[in-house]
T-cell receptor
Framework: DAGVIQSPRHEVTEMGQEVTLRCKPI?????LFWYRQTMMRGLELLIY????????DSGMPEDRFSAKMPNASFSTLKIQPSEPRDSAVYFC???????????FGSGTRLTVV | QKEVEQNSGPLSVPEGAIASLNCTYS??????FFWYRQYSGKSPELIMS????GDKEDGRFTAQLNKASQYVSLLIRDSQPSDSATYLC??????????FGTGTRLTVIP
């Protein structure tokens, strides 16, 4: 089991540029979650999918953020245009069913300068 | 608004002592409760889950749940320096969604 795979591990970009974060969930898991973690706000849920369908995107901070899950094995989180306040660690997590807890990926550390 | 509150840290305990981490939650309908450990610069790792009132033990870790008081705790016996991390409480918010607390940083002093 390779776990949840995220790429890239680190991303440094200039303000105004487009950023795309990628996630491959554990095979067979039917739920996928995108979180953002900062020192000030802790873990914040941005959006989650059940069976590839977005269920709740109320945590997406602005229209600059978008997420897709075209199939059961791949999801992207896109920020366009990026801003310095988007700097954070972005985690993807997946789970098999309710009450089973999540498995997190290693995260993407995003720095927008 | 569903909330998960954890006792303010940081918490420091000497090696070999018991570390006690506490969490309260606001949604009475929550059915599943989890503790995650996060080392600095790493991702959260699931270490305990509990679903019924009472205690659940796994090695040096004991999770305690009291649904009437909306309270979850994690006890770490014989604390080791390797237990130094941030511990996150997470509560099932329905529809396979979890709410996380802000975490308690634990330092075990050799």
């Amino acid at each position: 089991d390779a776990g949840v795979i995220q790429s890239p591990r680190h991303e440094v970009t200039e303000m105004g540029q487009e950023v795309t974060l990628r996630c491959k969930p554990i095979s067979g898991h039917n739920s996928l979650f995108w979180y953002r973690q900062t020192m000030m706000r802790g873990l914040e849920l941005l959006i989650y999918f059940n069976n590839n369908v977005p269920i709740d995107d109320s945590g997406m901070p602005e229209d600059r953020f978008s997420a897709k899950m075209p199939n059961a094995s791949f999801s992207t989180l896109k920020i366009q245009p990026s801003e310095p306040r988007d700097s954070a660690v972005y985690f993807c997590a997946s789970s098999l069913y309710r009450g089973n807890g999540y498995t997190f990926g290693s995260g993407t550390r995003l720095t927008v300068v | 608004q569903k909330e998960v509150e954890q006792n303010s840290g940081p918490l420091s305990v000497p090696e070999g002592a018991i570390a006690s981490l506490n969490c309260t939650y606001s949604d009475r309908g929550s059915q599943s409760f989890f503790w995650y450990r996060q080392y600095s610069g790493k991702s959260p790792e699931l270490i305990m889950s509990i679903y019924s009132n009472g205690d659940k033990e796994d090695g040096r870790f004991t999770a305690q749940l009291n649904k009437a008081s909306q309270y979850v705790s994690l006890l770490i016996r014989d604390s080791q320096p390797s237990d130094s991390a941030t511990y996150l409480c997470a509560v099932d918010a329905g529809a396979n969604n979890l709410f996380f607390g802000t975490g308690t940083r634990l330092t075990v002093i050799p």
